[in-house]
């Protein structure tokens, strides 16, 4: 089975433009978060979405939004992009969302660049 | 409100040497606790996980148990290989507002030498 993959690879973008990153997660898997990883910090808390619904948000400016489709693949869109955005985006899926022992499975992230 | 803290690094060890990555944490509820291990321009990766006190998470060679009185959840290994250099990052689940995220500690990066 395919894991959670991510699209695109890498990214550069420069300041106050718009990205849009993708995420397909693992099947049957209905909830998805997303992850912000600057160098040399852990992942941090972005948003997490199940059942098309937002259930989550980290501490982020309304710069970024995301949702998620019908079949369960998210998209998470930043805008006015900041230098400060440069990170790796990982997006990772899980059986479901409320539930503390279900762990979650990460993709191999998409990193962003910003100049 | 809930954290994880992990031993800096890096740890530089030889091969066959044993490990130990310290990890304490701070929670209001009863999370589940994860370790987590990334390698160079990879994702990251479930080593092993514990979801109550006492339990002991094991894999790969690699253990942690869940220490509700000391509140840690320490990474420990035998005997480490090179293929083990990577990056481990202990996270928490944080049982507020229903949405089970995970909270990260800034990680431990680990270097073998033959």
């Known amino acids: 089975d395919a894991g959670v993959t991510q699209s695109p690879t890498h990214l550069i973008k420069t300041r106050g433009q718009q990205v849009t990153l993708r995420c397909s997660p693992i099947?049957?898997?209905?909830?998805v978060s997303w992850y912000q990883q600057v160098l040399g910090q852990g992942p941090q808390f972005i948003f997490q979405?199940?059942?098309?619904?937002?259930?989550g948000r980290g501490n982020f400016p309304d710069r970024f939004s995301a949702r998620q489709f019908p079949n369960y693949s998210s998209e998470l869109n930043v805008n006015a992009l900041l230098l400060g955005d440069s990170a790796l985006y990982l997006c990772?899926?899980?059986?479901?969302?409320?539930?503390?022992?279900?762990?979650?499975?990460f993709g191999p992230g998409t990193r962003l660049t910003v100049l | 409100g809930n954290s994880v803290t992990q031993m800096e690094g890096p740890v530089t060890l030889s091969e066959e040497a044993f490990l130990t990555i310290n990890c304490t944490y701070t929670?209001?509820?009863?999370?589940?606790l994860f370790w987590y291990v990334q390698y160079p321009g990879e994702g990251l990766q479930l080593l092993l996980k514990?979801?109550?006190?006492?339990d002991k998470g094991s894999n790969k060679g690699f253990e942690a148990t869940y220490r509700k009185e000391t509140t840690s959840f320490h990474l420990e290994k035998g005997s480490v290989q090179v293929s083990d250099s990577a990056v481990y990052f202990c996270?928490?689940?944080?049982?507020?507002?229903?949405?089970?995220?995970?909270?990260f500690g800034t990680g431990t990066r680990l270097k073998v030498l033959a």
């Open positions: 099947s049957g898997h209905k909830s």
């Open positions: 979405y199940y059942e098309k619904e937002e259930r």
């Open positions: 996270a928490l689940s944080d049982p507020t507002s229903g949405t089970y995220k995970y909270i």
């Open positions: 990772a899926s899980s059986l479901s969302a409320g539930q503390g022992y279900n762990e979650q499975f």
């Open positions: 929670a209001t509820g009863y999370p589940s």
């Open positions: 514990a979801t109550k006190a006492d």
